[in-house]
């Protein structure tokens, strides 16, 4: 995905049993707040779970840049 359209994935650590995301103010933790299971493996000293995300905004912007791409999004809000 990254080749054609120059959006690059977001990596991110979570809780195994999908708790929560250790995104923003819980990027520190070491543990999960919910459940309590570690975030990283200690044996391996890896996130034990990951996500990804892919950050859109940028690629809708550079549709709506172009009047014929910008037309078209705009036709199911008609």
């Known amino acids: ?13 979570m809780c195994p049993n999908m708790s929560m995301a250790y995104t923003g103010p819980y990027s ?3 543990s999960c707040l919910l459940c309590g299971t570690l975030h990283v493996c200690p044996s391996m000293q890896k996130p034990q779970c990951q996500f990804y995300m892919l950050p859109i905004g940028l690629y809708l912007q550079m549709l709506y840049c172009n009047a ?4 078209q999004m705009g036709y199911f809000g008609e």
Request: a neutral charge.
């Open 1 to 13: 995905i990254s080749k054609l359209t120059s959006i690059h994935p977001i990596h991110n650590s």
């Open 28 to 30: 520190h933790l070491r």
């Open 68 to 71: 014929e791409t910008a037309e």
